[in-house]
């Protein structure tokens, strides 16, 4: 298994070292895997898509303003 090494806010090693109960190491590595499947699921959806960026970016606007005039 491969290890990884990343920097952390000094406040958020602070929480860490006083929950020592906590199996840190585990939580991260879920986090990193559910982030990767995301992205890999996301990447298997737009790899076959002919959706150019700006129909993407149409949608997105047309999603934006429906939901604006449904909740305003």
């Known amino acids: ?17 006083n929950h020592t109960d906590v199996d840190w190491q ?15 699921l996301s990447d298997h959806l737009t790899n076959e898509s002919l959706l150019t960026e700006e129909d993407v970016i149409e949608l997105d606007r047309q999603i934006k303003a429906g939901i604006a005039k449904r909740y305003s």
């Open 1 to 17: 298994m491969s290890s990884l090494t990343i920097e952390i806010p000094t406040d958020l090693r602070q929480v860490i070292e």
């Open 26 to 40: 585990e939580i991260a590595r879920r986090s990193l895997f559910e982030y990767a499947r995301k992205l890999a």
